[in-house]
C-alpha cells in the first residue's frame, strides 16, 4: 500500500464576519496527538511509505512532527519530555 506524501488539499471555505473586512476560513488546522516515542511513530509511518511534512525546531520540552495523510489532514504528533504545562507550551524559543 502506497500512501501519498503531498496533500490534496481541499481549499477552505472562507466567510465574511460581521465588522471584519478580511475573509476567514473556517474549519481545522490540524489534528494532535502526543504519543511516547515520536522517532518510533516516524519509523513506523515510514513503513508506510510516509514522510514527515514538517519537523519542528529543536525544543527542550518536547518534539513535534507532522504529516500529511492521503486526504490532505495534517496531524501532528508530539512527544513531551516534562510534565510542566508552563514547559510544554512555552513557544517563546
Do not use: I
Not at 40 to 51: I, K, P, Q
Amino acid at each position: 500500500m502506497t500512501m501519498p506524501t503531498s496533500p490534496s488539499r481541499r481549499p477552505p471555505r472562507d466567510v465574511m464576519r460581521p465588522g471584519c473586512p478580511t475573509r476567514v476560513s473556517l474549519g481545522s488546522n490540524h489534528l494532535a496527538y502526543v504519543v511516547d516515542d515520536v522517532d518510533a511513530l516516524v519509523e513506523r509511518l515510514a513503513m508506510l511509505g510516509m514522510s514527515p511534512n514538517l519537523v519542528a525546531a529543536e525544543h527542550p520540552a518536547r518534539k513535534r512532527v507532522y504529516f500529511y495523510d492521503p486526504e490532505g489532514n495534517d496531524w501532528e504528533f508530539v512527544q513531551y519530555f516534562t510534565t510542566d504545562p508552563s514547559e510544554r507550551n512555552d513557544y517563546s524559543r
